[in-house]
């Protein structure tokens, strides 16, 4: 339920109803809406029954949120959600930039990719050292070490650092190293590892399932916000169809549908969507038309010679053009004030 106070509420009237809504044993949330506050009550709703919120003094109306999911909900927090890790705007004007490789392989890599990553004008650098593959005799990752080489890259580069956490052990190390925790599509709806990763007390983006729907999704976000952070990020990363000649089949369509119904950030990743690097360039720039709020793409200095996922990343030289497309685009649609978002 969210309860919508009178443009001319005072504080004392929020104060008097989040004293309720906390005396019947439910959390109160208060959000700024465009001209008035709402306060987003979080528990069983039936224990609402007995108080007479909508006679209160300062309020205007109550509405009951149809949807399971409910602190992910653009019925719960109708204001476009903006991220800010230190200073870093996700869902803001401009899109934002997570570029790197799958895998953090080497010291040498990585510090040769953050360079030019950083000189593409991009702000996160990303990087697995802790590794999903399908075969357990696939390079894992080089774990700890890995995050202690993307911990020197963000020291040289001044990037921010995206990396996936996989277990529940792995949630303070990567925490210690990590700017944002990345939940990855297998984990999608590894709900212990959901609720785990949201009481660490970072950002986290998490990523669509292999097979997930919209609603799955949210709800598996839902997960992360009920235990602890708002500061969730939902990156669209393609699923699993009949179709082959693509290595997943990225959805766009998911950016309208999520920012209509949620208030959160959404991020598309066109490398693990199409799994063809000449496919990420045309998705990436369709994605930010669309109205995503930023791209996650591999890139790697040597493509060929990639412990994995080479085939979807993209040299320096292919990288640096897509991102000058991108930059025209993006600048286009700001200056000539075109929203993609219906709402
Ligand atoms: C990744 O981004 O490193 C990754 C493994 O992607 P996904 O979880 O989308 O497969
Ligand atoms: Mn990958």
């Given at each position: 339920m969210v309860i919508i106070m009178q443009p001319d509420a005072t504080e004392e009237n929020i104060a008097d109803v989040v004293k309720t809504i906390e005396g019947v044993g439910l959390e109160a949330k208060i959000m700024e809406g465009a001209q008035q506050k709402i306060v987003g009550v979080i528990g069983?709703?039936?224990?609402?029954?007995?108080?007479?919120?909508?006679?209160?003094?300062?309020?205007e109306s109550s509405v009951a949120i149809s949807?399971?999911?409910?602190?992910?909900?653009r019925e719960f927090h109708p204001q476009s959600s903006i991220i800010d890790i230190d200073g870093v705007k996700?869902?803001?004007?401009e899109p934002v930039i997570m570029a790197g490789?799958?895998?953090?392989?080497s010291r040498e890599q990585i510090l040769e990719t953050a360079e030019f990553v950083k000189k593409s004008g991009a702000q996160f650098l990303r990087g697995g050292a802790y590794k999903p593959r399908?075969?357990?005799?696939?390079f894992q990752g080089l774990e700890v070490e890995g995050l202690k080489y993307l911990a020197e890259a963000r020291e040289r580069t001044g990037l921010k650092i995206i990396t996936e956490v996989t277990t529940v052990e792995g949630i303070a190390p990567v925490a210690e190293y990590a700017d944002v925790m990345q939940i990855g599509a297998r984990n999608m709806q590894n709900f212990g590892l959901l609720k785990e990763v949201g009481r660490c007390g970072k950002p986290v983006m998490l990523k669509r399932g292999l097979s997930a729907t919209i609603d799955e999704w949210l709800n598996a976000a839902e997960y992360i916000m009920n235990a602890g952070t708002t500061d969730v990020i939902l990156c669209e990363r393609g699923i699993r169809t009949?179709?082959?000649?693509?290595?997943?089949?990225?959805?766009?369509?998911a950016v309208a549908a999520v920012k209509h119904l949620s208030h959160l950030p959404i991020i598309v990743d066109p490398s693990h969507g199409t799994g063809r690097w000449r496919m990420i360039k045309p998705m990436a720039l369709a994605a930010i038309a669309a109205g995503a709020d930023g791209l996650m793409m591999e890139v790697h200095p040597n493509p060929a010679k990639a412990m994995s996922d080479g085939s979807q990343s993209l040299t320096e030289e292919h990288y640096f053009d897509l991102m000058e497309s991108v930059r025209k685009l993006s600048k286009f649609m700001r200056e000539e004030n075109l929203n993609p978002i219906v709402h």
């Amino acid at each position: 339920m969210v309860i919508i106070m009178q443009p001319d509420a005072t504080e004392e009237n929020i104060a008097d109803v989040v004293k309720t809504i906390e005396g019947v044993g439910l959390e109160a949330k208060i959000m700024e809406g465009a001209q008035q506050k709402i306060v987003g009550v979080i528990g069983d709703k039936a224990k609402m029954a007995s108080v007479a919120i909508g006679a209160m003094a300062g309020v205007e109306s109550s509405v009951a949120i149809s949807k399971s999911y409910k602190l992910a909900s653009r019925e719960f927090h109708p204001q476009s959600s903006i991220i800010d890790i230190d200073g870093v705007k996700i869902g803001g004007a401009e899109p934002v930039i997570m570029a790197g490789p799958c895998a953090v392989e080497s010291r040498e890599q990585i510090l040769e990719t953050a360079e030019f990553v950083k000189k593409s004008g991009a702000q996160f650098l990303r990087g697995g050292a802790y590794k999903p593959r399908t075969s357990p005799y696939s390079f894992q990752g080089l774990e700890v070490e890995g995050l202690k080489y993307l911990a020197e890259a963000r020291e040289r580069t001044g990037l921010k650092i995206i990396t996936e956490v996989t277990t529940v052990e792995g949630i303070a190390p990567v925490a210690e190293y990590a700017d944002v925790m990345q939940i990855g599509a297998r984990n999608m709806q590894n709900f212990g590892l959901l609720k785990e990763v949201g009481r660490c007390g970072k950002p986290v983006m998490l990523k669509r399932g292999l097979s997930a729907t919209i609603d799955e999704w949210l709800n598996a976000a839902e997960y992360i916000m009920n235990a602890g952070t708002t500061d969730v990020i939902l990156c669209e990363r393609g699923i699993r169809t009949y179709e082959v000649y693509t290595r997943n089949t990225l959805d766009l369509s998911a950016v309208a549908a999520v920012k209509h119904l949620s208030h959160l950030p959404i991020i598309v990743d066109p490398s693990h969507g199409t799994g063809r690097w000449r496919m990420i360039k045309p998705m990436a720039l369709a994605a930010i038309a669309a109205g995503a709020d930023g791209l996650m793409m591999e890139v790697h200095p040597n493509p060929a010679k990639a412990m994995s996922d080479g085939s979807q990343s993209l040299t320096e030289e292919h990288y640096f053009d897509l991102m000058e497309s991108v930059r025209k685009l993006s600048k286009f649609m700001r200056e000539e004030n075109l929203n993609p978002i219906v709402h």
